[in-house]
Structures are given as C-alpha cells and as structure tokens.
C-alpha cells in the first residue's frame, strides 16, 4: 500500500506525443496527477477520460500536470486518445504489470469481448487516481478493483483549490501501532 506524505515508486513510461515521461524529471509546480485506466476495451475508461481531458486545463492552471496510462501498447493508446477527442492529457502506454502492482492496482484477467466489442487483454490493472508531490510524494490515492464509481475529476480540483488555500496536508501517514480494543 502506497502511504501519504512516502515516496511513491518510480514511474518512466512512453507517451504518445510528448516523449517519455518520467516522474522524477515532472516539474508541475504542485505535481502530478496521474490517472491509471484499464484499457481501450473499458468503455467507462473512456468516459472517465473525457472528463479527465476537460478537466485538465483547470489542474494545469494550479500548477498540476497530469498523465492518462495503461499497459495497452501504443496502437491501443492512440486508439483511446483519439476515441475521446484527446486535447490536453499526456497518454502514456506500454506500463507492465509488476510496476502497476508496486502502485498498488488490482490486476483482473481477461472475460474477453466487452460489451463495446473490444478484447480484453489477457492480463490488466483495475483503476487508480493519484497525485503526486513534485517531492514524488503521495498526495491522494485512490485504487478501485473495478470499473465502476471513480473520483470525480471536478471534485479533485475543487479539493485542490481548499488545499491550496489552506496548505492542507496529505492525509492517512500514520503507519505505526495501533490501540488494542477489548473483545467483544
């Protein structure tokens, strides 16, 4: 489990259109979203991204940068960017498993077709949404282990502006011991 306030792995991927992205090297003045999708195949994947892709301009001006990314290949990636009308996020592709498994996404096997007719690949990550510190700290994390029910992008920004304002603090770093409660 990725912790608050904790360096999040290491995350270097190809993009699209904007060369390779390395986390370490992002220099957004507050970070980094970055929004993890199942694939080309997930027809509420690319929904989610659509609002992702509206929503970016206003993540940009608070100083946030953002990236869409799943293990598809470039072909599929290409395909999702230009499903969705793609204006303003960095489509990046190619992420294995092991890595998705460090940030900690669930990894579901293929049903085959969707209903959009798409296959499924044989292995892929659930989603996730994080942002990240320009330190590569976790800010906010969210890990689903399906495609349902995801964070509202308008709503992260509106967290966002609340945080800035109040230089409010990542949350949920407390990793030591825990009180002992009575048995029932």
């Known amino acids: 489990m990725l912790v608050p306030r904790q360096k999040v792995p290491d995350l270097v991927v190809p993009t699209l259109d904007h060369g390779t992205f390395d986390l370490s090297r992002q220099d957004a003045e507050r970070g980094t979203v970055i929004c993890f999708y199942r694939g080309l195949h997930c027809p509420i994947c690319a929904n989610y991204l659509t609002e992702f892709?509206?929503?970016?301009?206003?993540?940009?001006?608070?100083?946030?940068?953002?990236?869409?990314?799943?293990?598809?290949?470039?072909?599929?990636?290409?395909?999702?960017?230009?499903?969705?009308?793609?204006?303003?996020?960095?489509?990046?592709?190619?992420?294995?498993?092991?890595k998705a498994r460090e940030w900690g996404l669930y990894i579901s096997t293929s049903r085959g077709n969707t209903s959009i007719g798409i296959e499924e690949p044989a292995l892929f990550s659930e989603p996730g949404l994080f942002m990240v510190t320009p330190e590569q700290t976790l800010y906010y994390g969210s890990v689903q282990t399906m495609p349902f029910v995801r964070p509202h992008f308008r709503?992260?920004?509106?967290?966002?502006?609340?945080?800035?304002?109040?230089?409010?603090?990542?949350?949920?770093?407390?990793?030591?011991?825990?009180?002992?409660?009575?048995?029932?």
């Open 155 to 184: 709503e992260l920004v509106s967290a966002l502006d609340f945080a800035i304002e109040k230089n409010y603090p990542a949350r949920g770093e407390y990793t030591g011991e825990l009180p002992q409660t009575a048995a029932a």
């Open 53 to 98: 892709d509206k929503q970016a301009p206003a993540f940009a001006e608070r100083g946030v940068g953002v990236l869409a990314l799943s293990s598809d290949g470039e072909e599929r990636a290409r395909a999702m960017a230009d499903k969705i009308g793609n204006k303003n996020l960095r489509f990046g592709h190619d992420l294995s498993l092991a």
